[in-house]
Nanobody, 126 residues
Framework: QLQLVESGGGLVQPGGSLRLSCTAS????????IGWFRQAPGKEREGVSC????????NYADSVKGRFTISRDNAKIAVFLQMNSLKPEDTADYYC???????????????????WGHGTQVTVSS
């Protein structure tokens, strides 16, 4: 059974950093694109970043470019989202998801993804 577990969320002051992890259970992430998404209260879920299944190309929402970095671990059972220079508007529940299929590109649309984790909460506040 495919399972994704997010961790690393928490409360951080503006300007601070967090590193989110998305760990796969029951499978490896080799042949999947992985995306990070977030949903703030009262807002739609939005794509934050993704990494492709082939070549490891990445994609970022404009709102996080230059501040967030997505990466995979060598064992290919985890994907990370390093979040720096956090702003209050980054406050949301963060989810990871995988998209079945091989591609050198990845997309940020939530509807593209097939399996989801349950999320981790990130709060940026002083």
């Amino acid at each position: 059974q495919l399972q994704l577990v997010e961790s690393g969320g928490g409360l951080v002051q503006p300007g601070g950093s967090l590193r989110l992890s998305c760990t796969a259970s029951g499978f490896t992430l080799d042949y999947y694109a992985i995306g990070w998404f977030r949903q703030a209260p009262g807002k739609e879920r939005e794509g934050v970043s993704c990494i492709s299944s082939i070549g490891g190309s990445t994609n970022y929402a404009d709102s996080v470019k230059g501040r967030f970095t997505i990466s995979r671990d060598n064992a290919k059972i985890a994907v990370f989202l390093q979040m720096n220079s956090l702003k209050p508007e980054d406050t949301a529940d963060y989810y990871c998801a995988v998209k079945v299929g091989l591609s050198r590109l990845c997309m940020l649309g939530p509807h593209e993804y097939d399996h989801w984790g349950h999320g981790t909460q990130v709060t940026v506040s002083s």
